[in-house]
């Protein structure tokens, strides 16, 4: 048995010699409910000088990245854009969030826009994904302290591990990935916690941390429920009594269940569909299981190749020395790996077997070769140098493959910044996007220098959300945010008297103001002269009596 096991002594029983007629229930506590046992010593001096060092280091290198060669992902723009009309829009309007992202993965965004000159200039952008990655540094750092790893240990697996090209991009682009695993891995460093210390705040303290994760990600609520089953196990390994477990589970449970039925309230009140919020895969990609096993595997192999050896050998420590929360820890990694395919196969995903899906895998699969150090404190040194190993093996490893996977969003235009040193501003992805800001950054310049007014600009804010995030103005775009879309679709209807301008993209489906108006998107309509166009983007003056033709083909209703 593990002597990390959460025990306590059996109560005496009373003598009896009457028969049992049922089984017995277990009969004892086994968590610490009046005082904190002993644990590793707090050295916040010690987390803070991690987290200052990374935040710092991704921060610093994301200002040359994002502003310097304009490697920034479009759905970063529209996260911002929205975080910036919370403050700044023509009215000030939190529901700016919308529904069709993670609600805590724009509202955490809010603080950095309060300043518009910082938000335009893109200033704040690698801040905002520096700082979350800098908090996993932490946790990680928390958790080998606790594994028992020396200082020189934990320097060399965060260096390695914070040097994984995959790392470097979603800590310094301004992504979101890095917000709910950094609320994840907290939750899993306190189970771990709770684990060695039999303190059952650390549970409800995880309990906190999963629920705010499952508001910043919905695929956390897949881990969710793994460490749900995980607390529930550890407890009945421990022969706890069943109350304990019961209530214990359910003090786990109710942060995160109460935070996604909020959610699904807000959603049926608001938007009148209660589950509109789950995303859905766009576009005609569809896989076949075979397909998604490949996938999943290349997934591993080429973004997370540690997971390759650390989900073995957390099964067979586990199983060997009857390690509850070892085998926990590799169902916890399997979810993880499990976790793209499910939502490629559920569409749940609008980019199914991304490569940013390893990052996930990487960074529990790290977590579990952690404890393994504390699974295994015989072979500590042994597992320390093959952690080390694996994680500066796997840099040059998968930046290479960087340049080759088939689904990707940034990650071979950020593999030819970093090769050549030039814009990536017009490149393209693998997937055949261009990716940049320099059109962007033209209307935008454009509008800040030609018009004043408010409402000025009629335009559907879901596409053109990067013009009005470098304008740093957004109250003067009259945007479907402003008064709800069937306003703003009765202004689209008839323009005159009201805006002044329409910003239209070009050759973009989605956008609901082009589809309106197909003809002066492209610039060919004469009574909608062009007053500025470019390769992304057109720009048409209203007249006053302007009076729109009546088109029934094609037209959104």
Not at 422 to 443: F, K, L
Request: charged share 15%.
């Amino acid at each position: 048995m593990s002597t990390d096991q959460i025990a306590a002594p059996h109560p005496t029983a009373p003598h009896t010699t009457a028969p049992r007629l049922t089984p017995p229930r277990r009969q004892r506590s086994v968590q610490m409910l009046s005082r904190r046992p002993a644990d590793i010593p707090r050295r916040p001096w010690e987390s803070a000088a991690v987290f200052g060092f990374f935040a710092v280091v991704y921060a610093g290198f994301g200002e040359w990245l994002v502003a310097g060669k304009h490697v920034v992902g479009f759905v970063t723009l529209d996260h911002f854009n929205r975080a910036l009309m919370v403050w700044h829009n023509s009215p000030p309007k939190l529901s700016a969030v919308g529904f069709d992202f993670p609600p805590l993965s724009t509202i955490f965004l809010t603080p950095f826009t309060i300043i518009t000159p910082w938000a335009r200039t893109l200033v704040v952008v690698p801040v905002a994904s520096a700082i979350f990655a800098a908090g996993v540094m932490v946790c990680l750092n928390t958790l080998m302290r606790r594994a028992a790893a020396p200082a020189a240990v934990r320097v060399l697996v965060l260096v390695a591990l914070a040097g994984n090209p995959l790392v470097v991009l979603y800590a310094s682009s301004g992504a979101g990935d890095f917000m709910p695993l950094f609320f994840a891995l907290a939750g899993l460093g306190a189970l771990a916690a709770w684990y060695v210390t039999a303190d059952i705040r650390l549970v409800l303290l995880a309990g906190l941390a999963f629920a705010v994760a499952s508001l910043a990600g919905y695929g956390t609520l897949l881990l969710f429920l793994v460490a749900t089953l995980g607390v529930a196990a550890v407890l009945a390994r421990n022969r706890a009594h069943d109350d304990e477990i019961e209530g214990t589970t359910v003090g786990f449970t109710v942060p995160t269940v109460y935070a996604v039925a909020l959610w699904v309230a807000f959603g049926l009140i608001i938007n009148h569909r209660p589950l509109g919020w789950i995303p859905r895969q766009y576009g005609t990609e569809h896989f076949t299981f075979a397909e998604i096993v490949r996938d999943t595997a290349r997934l591993v192999l080429d973004g997370a190749p540690i997971a390759i050896v650390v989900l073995p050998a957390l099964v067979i420590v586990g199983v060997a020395r009857r390690d509850g929360f070892t085998l926990w820890c590799a169902a916890f990694l399997a979810a993880t790996i499990l976790m793209p395919g499910l939502a490629a196969a559920f569409h749940l995903t609008t980019s199914p077997m991304a490569m940013r899906d390893a990052l996930p895998i990487l960074l529990v699969a790290t977590a579990g070769a952690i404890w393994l150090l504390r699974a295994l404190p015989a072979q500590r040194g042994f597992v320390a140098l093959a952690l080390i190993a694996a994680l500066v093996g796997s840099v040059p490893w998968t930046f290479s493959q960087m340049r080759t996977f088939p689904h990707q969003n940034l990650e071979a235009v950020f593999v030819n910044a970093l090769s050549t040193g030039r814009s990536q501003d017009g490149a393209r992805n693998q997937s055949g996007q261009i990716v940049g800001i320099g059109t962007e950054e033209d209307m935008a310049n454009w509008i800040r220098a030609h018009v004043t007014g408010r409402d000025a600009v009629l335009t559907d804010n879901a596409q053109t959300y990067g013009v009005m995030l470098l304008s740093g103005r957004p109250g003067i775009f009259f945007d479907r945010v402003d008064e709800s879309d069937g306003p703003w679709m009765k202004v689209a209807r008839d323009p005159a008297g009201t805006v002044q301008f329409l910003l239209l993209t070009r050759g973009n489906q989605n956008d609901l103001l082009a589809q309106l108006y197909p003809g002066a998107a492209k610039g060919a309509d004469r009574q909608l002269p062009v007053v500025h166009a470019n390769a992304r983007y057109t720009l048409v003056r209203v007249a006053p009596g302007y009076v729109r033709p009546n088109i029934t083909s094609g037209e959104t209703s």
